[in-house]
């Protein structure tokens, strides 16, 4: 999220899977999710989504970050003729983005069939969306893969390059600024590509699993809280125990799941 919030405080009006579910939510996610299968699955019956389309759900933002990975390069594709469109692609080592999805949205994976979620996910439309698209897009990533699945890690790697060459050769390099992590990221790197003046401010930190753990637990514990009140609205006899162990066991799954593996 550090690039996220990098681009809040240079100005822009940036759109971000965190943006998606937060600040729009259902609608946002449910869209989301159709273009992540449309891209992904061609027997799907989905239609790909088109630049009109790309317009349509993201218009009114300056940039995007993240979501082109989770869409495919088609978007890249869509905009790569606009001079006026600037392209950041930072690149990692291969394995250290496989164990930073894993901690992320792999650690989730497992979460809507675990007690008490695979019980309360149908309580709650936002909490449901949200377990689903998460499992959407990771799946997508992991070509249908689990962590700890033999052959994970490899598919994850291999989505992962095949993004960076393919977003590699489909933009235009004088419009391209191309980070390697490792290198370090920071201000230094983006302001001149960009042409703005360096902020005062601190370039946010890149704690990524910290940061994805304090999103979920404040994004979904609400949602968890509100599935307890609607179950207990249609299954009183039951709901002392139910009510029990989501509040006892809610907080510590989300916790316990998104520490990583």
């Not at 890690?153 to 992962?160: C, G, N, P, S, V």
Request: glycine share 6%; net charge negative; with cysteine.
């Amino acid at each position: 999220m550090g690039l996220y919030q990098a681009m809040q405080i240079l100005g822009f009006k940036t759109y971000h899977f965190y943006e998606c579910i937060v600040n729009h939510g259902l609608p946002h996610m449910e869209v989301l999710q159709e273009a992540v299968i449309a891209q992904c699955n061609d027997l799907s019956g989905i239609k790909k989504y088109t630049k009109a389309d790309y317009e349509k759900w993201l218009g009114e933002y300056e940039c995007l970050v993240e979501v082109p990975s989770h869409v495919g390069t088609d978007i890249l594709e869509a905009y790569a003729d606009d001079p006026d469109v600037k392209f950041i692609l930072t690149e990692r080592d291969p394995d250290k983005w496989v164990t930073s999805v894993n901690n992320t949205a792999g650690a989730l994976i497992d979460m809507p069939y675990m007690f008490p979620f695979v019980i309360l996910k149908y309580f709650d439309a936002t909490l449901y969306r949200f377990l689903v698209l998460n499992e959407t897009v990771y799946r997508a990533m992991s070509k249908c893969t689990k962590p700890g699945d033999a052959d994970n890690a490899q598919a994850l790697r291999k989505q992962y390059t095949d993004y960076i060459k393919k977003a590699k050769e489909i933009i235009p390099a004088d419009r391209l600024c191309l980070i390697k992590l490792e290198d370090g990221l920071g201000w230094e790197n983006i302001c001149p590509f960009l042409e703005l003046p360096i902020p005062t401010q601190a370039y946010p930190d890149r704690n990524e699993p910290e940061r994805f753990q304090k999103l979920v637990q404040g994004f979904l514990q609400p949602k968890i809280n509100a599935a307890i009140m609607r179950l207990s609205a249609v299954a009183l006899p039951v709901v002392g125990a139910a009510g029990w162990a989501a509040m006892k066991y809610g907080p510590s799954a989300i916790a316990a799941l998104t520490k990583g593996r």
